[in-house]
């Protein structure tokens, strides 16, 4: 994998890209200057983009960008492959059953996201929920509320409904900034009753987990540590393995909190849109695993992101990868 490493000549202290990788049954070693002095982020995304240069040219695709802590160049590899084979399953498909599939992967999703959080409802009973939708935006009843519904069936329609938005913005490749991530909130907290006041807003209130001693910040810290977290996410997306970088910026926003509900499902969707944004498949975090996911969480509160990197590796392959 490509890393930092410091070389001295005549006592003077220098460093370089490397990256070492087989040819030919002997091992090698590519590197790219970078200079007599720590590289800044730019310096070191530009030595990459030589560095990747050179290892192509010796046909060998440079699989881990040097700031990536827990992924390694093995399971990068695997990852690739899970790409690849979900990319050939899709392939094989009419445009008909691509569509039944995208449907049943979204509604898993929506069962096991919002059951994670508690819900009851079923895979069946989400599907209804939406199917019903659908069938009134058919009639081209757009504007028409569905009443008589409870909490969770309105969740699982805004949830859906976030989906249709990240869809679009996918579309388009839109950045992840706080104007998109508040907008998918306000939708998430539709006709959810006593929170319509906290709809697309971060919090302006303290929020607690039940069985949990983490004191998650201060409602007037919250904008500036979102303001943190994306300009994070911006300057590292060249620079951290896809999958490492979506699960950190899960985990550390998960450890912000930055609205009073809907903190987990928010995480989820945004971990899945810079996913697909790097060519990566939708990726369910499985209600089975619910204790797990947690407890990867609770480690993120702490600033370990290994756990969930791991976890979110470990669902890729098994869930995409035709072994």
Same mark, same amino acid.
């Given at each position: ?25 002997? %091992? ?46 093995? @399971? ?18 009419? @445009? ?13 999703? &929506? ?58 913005? #996918? ?12 907008? #998918?909130?306000?939708? #998430? ?39 943190? #977290?994306?300009? %994070?996410? %911006? ?81 890729? &392959? ?6």
């Amino acid at each position: 994998m490509a890393h930092i490493v410091s070389r001295k000549v005549k006592g003077k202290k220098y460093y370089y890209l490397e990256e070492s990788f087989k040819d030919m049954e002997k %091992w090698v070693k590519e590197s790219a200057y970078l200079g007599p002095e720590k590289p800044s982020k730019q310096q070191l995304l530009s030595a990459f983009e030589k560095l990747k240069g050179k290892c192509k040219a010796r046909k060998h695709l440079v699989l881990v960008q040097p700031l990536t802590e827990f992924i390694s160049n093995k @399971k990068a590899s695997e990852l690739q492959k899970a790409i690849d084979s979900k990319k050939e399953f899709l392939e094989k498909l009419t @445009k008909k059953q691509k569509d039944e599939f995208a449907r049943r992967e979204r509604i898993t999703f &929506i069962t096991d996201s919002n059951a994670i959080e508690g819900s009851s409802l079923t895979y069946s009973e989400t599907s209804n929920i939406i199917g019903q939708e659908k069938e009134i935006k058919k009639a081209g009843k757009k504007h028409l509320i569905i009443i008589g519904i409870n909490r969770e069936q309105q969740e699982a329609l805004n949830l859906k409904a976030c989906l249709d938005r990240y869809d679009k913005y #996918l579309k388009i490749n839109q950045k992840i900034t706080e104007k998109t991530i508040l907008q #998918l909130h306000y939708i #998430l907290l539709a006709n959810i009753s006593g929170y319509e006041k906290y709809q697309g807003i971060y919090r302006p209130v303290k929020v607690y987990i039940v069985g949990s001693t983490h004191e998650f910040p201060l409602p007037q810290e919250v904008s500036g540590l979102m303001k943190q #977290l994306i300009q %994070w996410l %911006w300057e590292n997306e060249e620079l951290i393995h896809p999958v490492e970088l979506a699960a950190k910026f899960h985990t550390k926003f998960t450890t912000i909190h930055p609205f009073a509900d809907g903190n987990g499902r928010m995480a989820r969707l945004l971990m899945n849109y810079i996913l697909q944004q790097k060519g990566f498949p939708f990726t369910n975090i499985p209600l089975k695993r619910r204790e797990t996911y947690m407890k990867t969480q609770a480690a993120g509160n702490k600033e370990n992101h290994k756990p969930f990197t791991k976890f979110l590796e470990e669902e890729i &392959i098994k869930q995409h990868f035709d072994k």
